[in-house]
């Protein structure tokens, strides 16, 4: 047998959990995060003043946050509003919550 033609088939909250994980594999991303969390909503302007990087580059972080469902925006011509999307984040906190709790067997035997 082929392993590599082989289907592997995932599970909804292995996919959305990769999903999620994908979206904060970056340092700028996490940033974000925190700054939306404390604030009940945030301009991309007020972003790029608390994070000193091209305002192109914010926007694709964003972009991938955006993608991920972790933070949703409200377009007010000229300006986009972002804040956390709240029942995604808590999606979010109970999938890493179930990952890190499993009991994989991490630790208790040979791989």
């Known amino acids: 047998m082929q392993r590599s033609l082989s289907v592997v088939e995932y599970s909804g909250n292995e996919e959305a ?3 999620i994980a994908k979206a904060l594999g970056h340092p700028v991303r996490i940033r974000i995060l925190r700054l939306l969390s404390k604030e009940a909503c945030c301009f991309t302007g007020e972003l ?3 994070i000193p990087m091209a305002q192109s580059t914010i926007s694709q972080h964003l ?3 955006l993608e991920s469902g ?4 409200e377009i007010n011509p000229p300006k ?3 804040c956390i999307n709240r029942e995604s984040w808590r999606k ?3 999938l ?3 990952f890190f709790g499993e009991e994989s067997g991490v630790g208790r035997g040979q791989c």
């Open 17 to 19: 959990l990769a999903g």
């Open 70 to 73: 972790l933070i949703q925006g």
């Open 63 to 65: 972009k991938a946050l």
């Open 80 to 82: 986009v509003r972002y």
């Open 48 to 50: 790029t003043e608390l």
């Open 92 to 94: 979010a906190q109970l």
């Open 96 to 98: 890493f919550g179930d």
